[in-house]
């Protein structure tokens, strides 16, 4: 399984913030932000990604991550000039995509549910396009599904001014290999953009797209303003602090999926050995 994180932009909405760091790479709580969508696509089971990031931003995420081997993934980078929409990604990253399934999330999106392990395998290993639905309160501010009375999805507006329901489609999305074929043929948009709303809705049309809806027992933040960051920060240390578990470790995810064994992880703490980060793993390879 293949899968996609977009962290380019210019995080505008962060300013100064994000004068000299990319957004992606700002910490949520004790971790970087880029680092709560990687997991959820290795819990999804992908193992080859593709970071899509700035170009002056590249060498700055291949310290961070390398190639991915210390985690038992296949990491790349592809970088995006100017921000273009996100289903620009399928352009950029189609060698990368092939023939294969893949997952796409957005870099500053985070989710969170006991069941979101189980819930992202099945888009993973669905068919066609698989999306990801989630109530709020102010519904005008994203892509909007409608749904009929039987559940089913019946339409998909980005942004609309009077929303026909109240869920919105988030950052996490998994696609057949045709949808790179399907952002080289969909037109961009007014502004310029090449709309993730427009290949979903292409995806509908043609009877190929499901909507899961992420209920009361999920959490879906997104971390792209001050108030949004800091509320992502207190969600993230309130759950870690009660529960002593960690959200978004990339070590904890490779070494429970199976991806490094102990040995791997225990090289993963040495350096880190004396942080409460790499306290906290090696409690977990204590317990087995």
């Known amino acids: 399984m293949k899968g ?3 962290s380019g932009g210019s995080g505008t909405r962060l300013y100064p913030m994000t004068r000299a760091a990319n957004k992606q790479l700002l910490p949520v709580y004790n971790k ?3 680092y709560y969508p990687l997991t959820t696509l290795m819990l999804a089971g992908c193992r080859e990604i593709l970071l899509i990031v700035n170009p002056q931003d590249e060498a700055s995420y291949r310290r961070l991550f390398g190639d991915g081997r210390q985690w038992g993934l296949e990491i790349g980078y592809a970088a995006q000039a100017k921000p273009g929409g996100i289903g620009e990604a399928f352009l950029l990253g189609r060698d990368f995509v092939g023939k294969d399934r893949v997952g796409l999330i957005l870099g500053d999106n985070l989710f969170y549910g006991d069941s ?3 819930v992202a395998e099945r888009g993973a290993t669905g068919s066609g396009a698989v999306i990801y639905a989630y109530w709020v309160s102010d519904p005008s501010a994203y892509g909007v599904v409608e749904f009929d009375e039987a559940g089913r ?3 998909i507006v980005e942004k609309p001014k009077q929303p026909r329901s109240n869920w919105a489609v988030t950052g996490l999305y998994f696609y057949d290999a045709d949808v790179c074929e399907v ?3 969909i037109p961009r948009s007014a502004r310029g953009e090449l709309e993730i709303s427009d290949i979903n809705a292409h995806y509908l049309k043609e ?3 499901t909507v899961e809806k992420l209920g009361r027992g999920y959490a879906w933040l ?4 001050p ?3 800091l509320r992502a920060g207190q969600f993230v240390e309130t759950v870690e602090d009660r529960q002593g578990l960690q959200i978004g470790s990339p070590e904890e995810v490779a070494w429970r999926k199976g991806y490094i064994d102990d040995a791997g992880l225990e090289r993963l703490i040495g350096p880190i050995r004396d942080s409460e980060y790499g306290k906290y793993l090696q409690r977990l390879l204590a317990r087995g």
Do not use: C, I, K
């Open 4 to 6: 996609m994180v977009l």
């Open 32 to 34: 970087p932000m880029v």
């Open 116 to 118: 979101l392990p189980a």
């Open 153 to 155: 999805p019946m339409s």
């Open 183 to 185: 952002a080289r043929e």
């Open 207 to 209: 009877g190929r797209l």
């Open 222 to 225: 997104d971390t792209g303003t």
């Open 227 to 229: 108030s949004n960051l």
